[in-house]
C-alpha cells in the first residue's frame, strides 16, 4: 500500500532513518519504500541523491528492501554480540563504490580530488546508506542505538544526547502522548 505519510527523519543517522522508512506496527505498519520512484524520492529527502530527472533504475525498490532488512538484521546481531550475514550490504559496497579522480579547478589553479557515482544503477544510488551505515557499525557504540520506548513505535535511533538518557523518536509525538498515557495510568490507580 503507497504511504502517503512522510517518512521520519529522527535518528540522528541517515542509516538508521533508512531502517525506519518501514514503520509502525500491525494495521498501521507504513511502508516508504513502495515502489523504485519512492526510493529515489527518499534518497533525494535525505540529501544523498542531487538533481535526478531519469525515471529510477528498475528493481532499486526491491534492492532497497533486501538492503534494509539486512542492516536491520546486522545491527540487532552485533547489539547481541553475534555474527550475521552481510551479503547485501557487501554487494552495495562493492557494486555502488564511487569512483574518486582528480579534477583541475582553474579558478584556484589546483587539483581537487571528487567522489563521483560509478553510474546511476540501483547499487550505486544506495551505497551512500550502506557507507553510512558501515560507519555506525564499525565505528560507533551500538548500545546507543535505541528503539523509541512507546510501545506502538519501533523507529530507531542513535542517541547522541550527552546524558545517553534519549528515550523518545522524539518528544513532540512518542514523548508527550507516552507522558499523558503514563499521567492518566497512575489517576485512575491513584
Ligand atoms: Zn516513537
Known amino acids: 500500500m503507497p504511504s502517503d505519510i512522510a517518512p521520519p527523519f529522527i535518528a540522528s543517522n541517515l542509516a538508521l532513518d533508512f531502517i525506519n522508512t518501514q514503520f509502525g506496527v500491525g494495521d498501521e505498519q507504513q511502508e516508504c519504500l513502495f515502489d523504485d520512484r519512492s526510493v529515489v524520492t527518499w534518497l533525494q529527502q535525505a540529501g544523498v541523491l542531487s538533481e535526478y530527472g531519469e525515471s529510477p533504475p528498475v528493481g532499486i525498490a526491491q534492492l532497497a528492501r533486501q538492503l534494509r532488512d539486512n542492516m536491520r538484521d546486522l545491527l540487532i546481531s552485533a547489539q547481541q554480540g553475534r555474527a550475521a550475514d552481510s551479503a547485501v550490504v ?11 579522480k582528480i579534477e583541475w579547478q582553474s579558478r584556484e589553479s589546483v587539483f581537487q580530488k571528487k567522489s563521483v557515482k560509478r553510474d546511476m544503477g540501483s547499487e550505486s544510488l544506495l551505497q551512500p546508506i550502506a557507507q553510512v551505515f558501515v560507519q555506525l557499525l564499525t565505528e560507533e557504540d551500538l548500545q546507543l542505538v535505541k528503539e523509541c520506548e512507546a510501545s506502538d513505535c519501533v523507529l530507531l535511533f542513535h542517541d547522541q544526547t550527552k546524558s545517553h538518557r534519549r528515550r523518545w523518536c522524539s518528544m513532540a509525538s512518542c514523548g508527550n ?14
Open 90 to 100: 557487501n554487494h552495495v559496497l562493492e557494486r555502488g563504490y564511487p569512483i574518486e
Open 177 to 190: 502522548r507516552m507522558k499523558a498515557a503514563a499521567h492518566r495510568a497512575r489517576k485512575k490507580t491513584g
